[in-house]
Protein backbone atom coordinates (compact mmCIF):
# COMPACT_ATOMS: atom_id res chain seq x y z
CA UNK A 1 0.00 0.00 0.00
CA UNK A 2 1.39 3.62 -1.32
CA UNK A 3 1.92 6.36 1.35
CA UNK A 4 -1.18 8.48 0.99
CA UNK A 5 -0.48 11.64 -1.43
CA UNK A 6 -2.60 14.90 -1.52
CA UNK A 7 -5.90 14.72 -4.05
CA UNK A 8 -6.37 17.68 -6.99
CA UNK A 9 -7.94 20.68 -5.11
CA UNK A 10 -7.76 18.85 -1.68
CA UNK A 11 -7.08 21.45 1.26
CA UNK A 12 -3.53 21.05 2.87
CA UNK A 13 -4.72 20.81 6.43
CA UNK A 14 -6.98 18.25 5.70
CA UNK A 15 -4.70 16.07 3.57
CA UNK A 16 -2.40 16.66 6.80
CA UNK A 17 -5.27 15.32 8.95
CA UNK A 18 -5.86 12.03 6.56
CA UNK A 19 -2.24 11.42 6.48
CA UNK A 20 -1.41 11.30 10.32
CA UNK A 21 -4.66 8.45 10.52
CA UNK A 22 -3.36 6.54 7.33
CA UNK A 23 -2.81 2.95 8.39
CA UNK A 24 0.47 2.94 6.03
CA UNK A 25 1.91 6.42 7.64
CA UNK A 26 1.24 4.77 11.59
CA UNK A 27 2.70 2.02 10.35
CA UNK A 28 6.16 3.32 8.94
CA UNK A 29 6.22 6.03 10.99
CA UNK A 30 4.52 5.16 14.68
CA UNK A 31 6.02 8.12 16.07
CA UNK A 32 3.74 10.96 15.80
CA UNK A 33 6.65 13.59 15.53
CA UNK A 34 7.88 12.24 12.45
CA UNK A 35 4.49 11.43 10.97
CA UNK A 36 3.38 14.59 11.21
CA UNK A 37 6.60 16.00 9.61
CA UNK A 38 6.35 13.78 7.00
CA UNK A 39 2.99 14.45 6.09
CA UNK A 40 2.96 18.14 5.66
CA UNK A 41 5.93 17.21 3.67
CA UNK A 42 3.74 15.47 1.45
CA UNK A 43 1.04 18.16 1.71
CA UNK A 44 3.50 20.27 0.12
CA UNK A 45 4.80 18.25 -2.52
CA UNK A 46 3.47 20.23 -5.22
CA UNK A 47 3.53 24.11 -4.09
CA UNK A 48 6.20 26.81 -4.23
CA UNK A 49 9.18 27.72 -2.23
CA UNK A 50 7.11 30.46 -0.63
CA UNK A 51 3.75 28.32 -0.27
CA UNK A 52 5.84 25.41 1.25
CA UNK A 53 7.54 27.87 4.11
CA UNK A 54 4.36 29.69 5.28
CA UNK A 55 2.06 26.14 5.32
CA UNK A 56 5.21 24.82 7.43
CA UNK A 57 4.90 28.10 9.42
CA UNK A 58 1.44 27.78 10.26
CA UNK A 59 1.80 24.03 10.96
CA UNK A 60 4.76 24.74 13.81
CA UNK A 61 2.79 28.27 14.69
CA UNK A 62 -0.83 26.57 15.22
CA UNK A 63 -1.16 22.73 14.34
CA UNK A 64 -3.54 20.38 13.12
CA UNK A 65 -6.66 18.21 13.86
CA UNK A 66 -6.98 14.74 13.55
CA UNK A 67 -9.57 12.14 13.62
CA UNK A 68 -9.42 9.75 16.14
CA UNK A 69 -7.68 6.27 16.36
CA UNK A 70 -6.93 3.55 18.50
CA UNK A 71 -3.21 5.13 18.07
CA UNK A 72 -3.92 8.42 19.12
CA UNK A 73 -6.58 8.57 21.67
CA UNK A 74 -5.33 9.57 25.02
CA UNK A 75 -6.97 9.67 28.33
CA UNK A 76 -5.31 12.55 30.50
CA UNK A 77 -4.90 12.44 33.98
CA UNK A 78 -6.27 15.36 35.71
CA UNK A 79 -2.69 16.93 36.56
CA UNK A 80 -2.57 16.98 32.39
CA UNK A 81 -5.73 19.22 31.72
CA UNK A 82 -5.08 22.87 31.25
CA UNK A 83 -8.63 25.28 31.82
CA UNK A 84 -8.82 27.56 28.70
CA UNK A 85 -11.97 28.77 30.52
CA UNK A 86 -14.17 26.68 28.22
CA UNK A 87 -17.50 25.03 28.52
CA UNK A 88 -16.71 21.71 28.83
CA UNK A 89 -18.42 17.98 28.71
CA UNK A 90 -17.34 14.42 28.89
CA UNK A 91 -17.59 12.34 26.09
CA UNK A 92 -17.59 8.51 26.33
CA UNK A 93 -15.67 6.66 23.50
CA UNK A 94 -17.02 3.07 24.84
CA UNK A 95 -20.58 4.41 24.39
CA UNK A 96 -20.58 6.79 21.15
CA UNK A 97 -18.24 5.09 19.14
CA UNK A 98 -18.03 1.30 19.88
CA UNK A 99 -16.40 0.40 16.95
CA UNK A 100 -13.46 2.08 17.65
CA UNK A 101 -13.48 1.73 21.54
CA UNK A 102 -13.37 -2.02 20.75
CA UNK A 103 -10.22 -1.71 18.65
CA UNK A 104 -8.20 0.13 21.25
CA UNK A 105 -9.90 -3.25 23.53
CA UNK A 106 -8.65 -5.61 21.06
CA UNK A 107 -5.08 -3.63 20.76
CA UNK A 108 -4.70 -2.95 24.44
CA UNK A 109 -5.03 -7.21 24.56
CA UNK A 110 -2.79 -8.16 22.14
CA UNK A 111 -0.05 -5.55 23.35
CA UNK A 112 -0.47 -5.86 27.06
CA UNK A 113 1.58 -3.98 29.45
CA UNK A 114 3.33 -2.42 26.06
CA UNK A 115 0.12 -0.58 25.01
CA UNK A 116 0.81 2.72 24.44
CA UNK A 117 0.67 5.82 24.98
CA UNK A 118 0.56 4.33 28.42
CA UNK A 119 3.41 1.96 28.03
CA UNK A 120 4.88 0.11 30.93
CA UNK A 121 7.72 2.04 32.73
CA UNK A 122 6.82 5.27 31.68
CA UNK A 123 7.53 8.22 34.61
CA UNK A 124 3.96 8.89 34.51
CA UNK A 125 2.50 5.85 34.14
CA UNK A 126 3.59 3.17 37.03
CA UNK A 127 2.83 -0.30 37.00
CA UNK A 128 1.99 -2.12 40.36
CA UNK A 129 5.23 -3.13 41.24
CA UNK A 130 6.25 0.44 40.97
CA UNK A 131 4.32 1.43 43.37
CA UNK A 132 4.87 -1.27 45.80
CA UNK A 133 8.45 -0.38 45.85
CA UNK A 134 7.55 3.51 46.31
CA UNK A 135 5.51 1.90 49.36
CA UNK A 136 8.14 0.11 50.86
CA UNK A 137 11.18 1.54 53.19
CA UNK A 138 13.92 1.15 50.85
CA UNK A 139 12.03 2.64 48.13
CA UNK A 140 10.34 5.46 50.00
CA UNK A 141 14.10 6.35 51.23
CA UNK A 142 15.39 6.14 47.16
CA UNK A 143 12.65 8.33 46.48
CA UNK A 144 13.58 10.93 48.92
CA UNK A 145 16.91 11.04 47.91
CA UNK A 146 16.56 11.67 44.54
CA UNK A 147 13.34 14.42 44.91
CA UNK A 148 15.97 15.84 47.31
CA UNK A 149 18.87 16.00 44.12
CA UNK A 150 16.69 17.70 42.29
CA UNK A 151 15.64 20.00 44.47
CA UNK A 152 19.05 20.60 44.94
CA UNK A 153 19.96 20.70 41.26
CA UNK A 154 16.66 23.62 40.37
CA UNK A 155 17.73 25.90 43.28
CA UNK A 156 21.56 25.49 41.60
CA UNK A 157 19.77 25.89 38.04
CA UNK A 158 18.27 28.97 39.07
CA UNK A 159 21.21 30.68 40.24
CA UNK A 160 22.59 30.40 36.92
CA UNK A 161 19.12 31.34 35.06
CA UNK A 162 20.58 34.60 33.45
CA UNK A 163 23.40 33.52 31.69
CA UNK A 164 21.57 30.51 30.18
CA UNK A 165 19.65 30.51 26.61
CA UNK A 166 18.34 27.35 26.66
CA UNK A 167 18.56 25.01 23.19
CA UNK A 168 15.14 23.50 22.24
CA UNK A 169 15.82 20.14 23.59
CA UNK A 170 16.29 21.33 27.09
CA UNK A 171 13.10 23.19 26.42
CA UNK A 172 11.00 20.12 25.51
CA UNK A 173 13.04 18.07 28.13
CA UNK A 174 11.44 20.83 31.04
CA UNK A 175 7.70 20.29 29.28
CA UNK A 176 8.03 17.00 30.05
CA UNK A 177 9.55 17.14 33.41
CA UNK A 178 7.02 19.50 34.35
CA UNK A 179 4.11 16.91 33.92
CA UNK A 180 6.23 14.11 35.24
CA UNK A 181 6.30 16.01 38.83
CA UNK A 182 3.16 17.16 39.02
CA UNK A 183 1.95 13.79 38.68
CA UNK A 184 4.21 12.91 41.53
CA UNK A 185 3.38 15.97 43.60
CA UNK A 186 -0.55 14.49 42.91
CA UNK A 187 0.23 11.16 44.13
CA UNK A 188 2.35 12.78 47.13
CA UNK A 189 -0.73 15.38 48.26
CA UNK A 190 -3.49 12.59 48.10
CA UNK A 191 -1.41 9.65 49.02
CA UNK A 192 -3.32 7.30 51.48
CA UNK A 193 -1.33 4.13 52.95
CA UNK A 194 -2.48 1.21 51.31
CA UNK A 195 -4.49 2.87 49.00
CA UNK A 196 -2.56 1.27 46.21
CA UNK A 197 -2.66 -2.94 47.84
CA UNK A 198 -5.75 -4.07 45.71
CA UNK A 199 -4.80 -3.04 42.23
CA UNK A 200 -2.13 -5.80 41.07
CA UNK A 201 -2.09 -6.20 37.65
CA UNK A 202 -5.37 -5.09 36.50
CA UNK A 203 -3.80 -0.95 37.07
CA UNK A 204 -3.66 0.03 33.78
CA UNK A 205 -6.47 -1.63 32.46
CA UNK A 206 -9.31 -0.64 35.25
CA UNK A 207 -11.27 2.61 36.19
CA UNK A 208 -12.67 3.63 39.23
CA UNK A 209 -15.79 5.10 39.55
CA UNK A 210 -16.71 8.19 41.76
CA UNK A 211 -19.96 10.14 42.28
CA UNK A 212 -20.89 13.79 42.54
CA UNK A 213 -22.74 13.71 46.11
CA UNK A 214 -24.94 16.80 44.60
CA UNK A 215 -26.00 15.67 41.58
CA UNK A 216 -25.49 11.81 41.78
CA UNK A 217 -23.72 11.39 38.79
CA UNK A 218 -20.65 9.06 38.43
CA UNK A 219 -17.26 10.03 36.32
CA UNK A 220 -14.73 7.67 35.68
CA UNK A 221 -10.64 7.91 36.41
CA UNK A 222 -8.00 5.94 35.39
CA UNK A 223 -6.26 5.82 38.83
CA UNK A 224 -7.31 6.65 42.47
CA UNK A 225 -7.41 9.90 43.73
CA UNK A 226 -8.73 12.96 44.51
CA UNK A 227 -11.52 14.50 42.41
CA UNK A 228 -13.82 17.77 42.40
CA UNK A 229 -16.49 18.19 39.96
CA UNK A 230 -18.57 21.95 39.99
CA UNK A 231 -16.82 22.53 43.38
CA UNK A 232 -18.03 19.17 44.95
CA UNK A 233 -15.99 16.17 45.91
CA UNK A 234 -16.37 13.85 44.56
CA UNK A 235 -16.92 10.05 46.77
CA UNK A 236 -15.71 6.80 45.85
CA UNK A 237 -17.83 4.20 44.89
CA UNK A 238 -15.79 1.43 43.45
CA UNK A 239 -14.02 0.11 40.03
CA UNK A 240 -15.77 0.33 36.83
CA UNK A 241 -16.13 -2.46 34.75
CA UNK A 242 -12.87 -3.22 32.48
CA UNK A 243 -12.58 -1.51 29.13
CA UNK A 244 -16.06 0.51 30.34
CA UNK A 245 -16.08 4.28 31.24
CA UNK A 246 -13.49 5.75 28.99
CA UNK A 247 -14.16 8.81 28.80
CA UNK A 248 -12.04 12.26 28.20
CA UNK A 249 -13.30 16.09 28.80
CA UNK A 250 -13.85 17.55 25.51
CA UNK A 251 -12.76 21.49 25.19
CA UNK A 252 -10.34 21.36 28.02
CA UNK A 253 -6.79 21.39 26.47
CA UNK A 254 -3.93 19.01 27.93
CA UNK A 255 -0.70 19.23 27.81
CA UNK A 256 1.40 15.72 25.90
CA UNK A 257 4.84 15.47 26.67
CA UNK A 258 5.09 13.32 24.33
CA UNK A 259 4.02 15.59 20.74
CA UNK A 260 3.46 15.92 18.51
CA UNK A 261 2.88 19.60 19.54
CA UNK A 262 2.61 21.10 23.26
CA UNK A 263 -1.52 20.52 23.55
CA UNK A 264 -3.82 18.64 22.29
CA UNK A 265 -8.25 18.78 22.84
CA UNK A 266 -10.90 16.64 22.36
CA UNK A 267 -13.54 18.95 20.16
CA UNK A 268 -16.76 18.36 18.30
CA UNK A 269 -15.86 19.44 14.49
CA UNK A 270 -18.79 20.61 11.76
CA UNK A 271 -20.39 17.27 11.81
CA UNK A 272 -20.62 17.10 15.16
CA UNK A 273 -17.91 14.10 15.62
CA UNK A 274 -14.96 14.25 17.82
CA UNK A 275 -11.82 14.94 16.98
CA UNK A 276 -8.32 15.43 18.37
CA UNK A 277 -6.53 18.98 17.68
CA UNK A 278 -3.35 19.38 18.07
CA UNK A 279 -1.45 22.84 18.93
CA UNK A 280 0.90 24.57 20.15
CA UNK A 281 4.58 24.46 19.89
CA UNK A 282 6.37 22.58 22.37
CA UNK A 283 9.80 24.27 21.89
CA UNK A 284 8.49 27.42 22.69
CA UNK A 285 6.92 29.18 26.01
CA UNK A 286 4.61 32.18 25.26
CA UNK A 287 5.02 35.08 26.85
CA UNK A 288 1.48 36.63 26.81
CA UNK A 289 1.78 38.24 30.11
CA UNK A 290 4.17 40.56 28.29
CA UNK A 291 1.44 43.20 26.68
CA UNK A 292 3.49 44.12 23.60
CA UNK A 293 3.85 40.25 22.90
CA UNK A 294 0.41 39.23 23.35
CA UNK A 295 -0.89 42.09 20.98
CA UNK A 296 1.51 41.73 18.49
CA UNK A 297 0.97 37.80 18.76
CA UNK A 298 -3.03 38.20 18.37
CA UNK A 299 -3.06 40.78 15.84
CA UNK A 300 -0.21 39.35 12.98
CA UNK A 301 -2.85 35.95 13.45
CA UNK A 302 -6.25 38.02 13.22
CA UNK A 303 -7.27 36.73 17.01
CA UNK A 304 -10.18 38.50 17.09
CA UNK A 305 -11.57 36.21 14.38
CA UNK A 306 -9.90 32.38 15.47
CA UNK A 307 -11.94 30.61 13.44
CA UNK A 308 -13.66 27.76 14.49
CA UNK A 309 -12.95 25.73 17.54
CA UNK A 310 -12.49 22.18 15.75
CA UNK A 311 -9.38 24.10 14.31
CA UNK A 312 -5.67 24.61 15.79
CA UNK A 313 -5.62 28.36 15.35
CA UNK A 314 -8.47 28.75 17.47
CA UNK A 315 -6.62 27.24 20.44
CA UNK A 316 -3.23 28.93 19.89
CA UNK A 317 -5.48 32.10 19.82
CA UNK A 318 -7.26 31.00 23.40
CA UNK A 319 -3.82 29.93 24.53
CA UNK A 320 -2.83 33.90 23.81
Given at each position: ??????N????????V?R??S?????S?Y??????????I?R?T?D???L???????Q??????????????F???????Y??F?EE????????????LW?N??K????????????????????D?????????G??S?M????I???????M????????????????D?????E???????D?????????????E???S????KY???????????R??????????I????GK???YQ???????????????????????????????K?N??D??M????????RRK???A?????????????????????
Amino acid sequence: MPLPSRNKDEDKNAFVSRCMSDDKMKSEYPDQKQRSAICIQRATADCGCLETADFMLQMETYGFEEEITEDNFYIPSEAEYVDFGEETEEWNCAKEKPGLWENIRKKKEREGKNYKPAKKGDPDRPDPEAWKKAQSGDGSEMAREQIQKMHDQLMDMISKLPMVEFEDWTKDMISKAEIYVQNVYDFVKYYEPGKYEDEEDEYSESEFKYQNPETGEVYTYRRKGYYKKDGNILRYVGKAAKYQGKTVTLNKPFRTANGPKKFSVYVKNEKGNVVKVNFGDPNMKIKKNIPERRKSFRARHNCDNPGPKWKARYWSCKAW
